[in-house]
């Protein structure tokens, strides 16, 4: 069992929790994909999907999760409150490993997955996750943004701290601008904000 942030709980799928009242548990079976919750890069993304939905801006959104590995971020964001979840990833065993667990979780009404990588080639979401390494997040900047609509959010991790700087100046020069922060030893994880249409 892993606690991240104040409420969200990574629950092993062959184990039980006694659930606190505030609990958002995630049920999950990794399998072959990335994503377990015990990375950094994870934590630090589960720690801004809460601290977005403290602010509100989970409630109702649609969000798409880009590399969703094992499907937790979008498992995460459905349960903390997300309308619809569209969940990519290029690589078919995570794919059928985010498949699995959206139903294992039981939130396939919710949560589509698909083959695939940003741009979708969809209407644009309220809120935008990429946990990719750093060279990636700059390489799809155009996409990710094409993907967001104006005064959307997005959520970047996975970038080392010393590929920081790269990351921000493609960001930037896409239009987005860094409104937060996290960090967890020589991890970072950006919140940057899509400039109103």
């Known amino acids: 069992m892993l606690r991240v942030g104040r409420r969200i709980v990574i629950r092993p799928s062959w184990r039980r929790h006694r659930r606190a009242p505030d609990d958002v548990v995630l049920a999950l079976d990794p399998g072959m994909a990335f994503g377990t919750g015990l990375h950094p890069t ?4 589960l720690a801004s999907l809460e601290s977005l939905a403290d602010r509100g801006a989970l409630a109702g959104a ?7 590995g094992s499907g937790i971020l979008s498992i995460a964001a459905a349960r903390l409150g997300a309308a ?13 490993a985010s498949a699995a667990n959206v139903r294992r979780n039981r939130l396939a009404c919710r949560v589509r997955v698909r083959e695939g990588s940003a741009p979708t ?18 390489q799809l900047a155009d996409g990710l943004v094409a993907d967001l609509r104006p005064g959307g959010t997005l959520l970047a991790s996975g970038i ?12 930037a ?4 601008a860094i409104a937060r922060r996290w960090s967890e030893g020589d991890w ?3 919140e940057a904000m899509r400039a109103p249409g």
């Not at 994870?42 to 993304?45: D, S, V």
């Not at 080639?121 to 700059?138: H, K, M, Q, T």
């Open 42 to 45: 994870t934590r630090l993304c």
């Open 62 to 68: 649609r969000v798409l999760d880009v590399g969703s």
């Open 84 to 96: 619809s979840v569209l969940a990519v990833d290029v690589d078919p065993i995570a794919v059928e």
């Open 121 to 138: 080639g969809e209407r644009p979401f309220d809120v935008v996750l990429a946990n990719l390494i750093a060279s990636l997040l700059v």
């Open 160 to 171: 080392f701290a010393n590929r920081e700087a790269e990351v921000v100046a493609a960001f």
């Open 173 to 176: 020069s896409h239009g987005l």
């Open 188 to 190: 970072v994880a950006l």
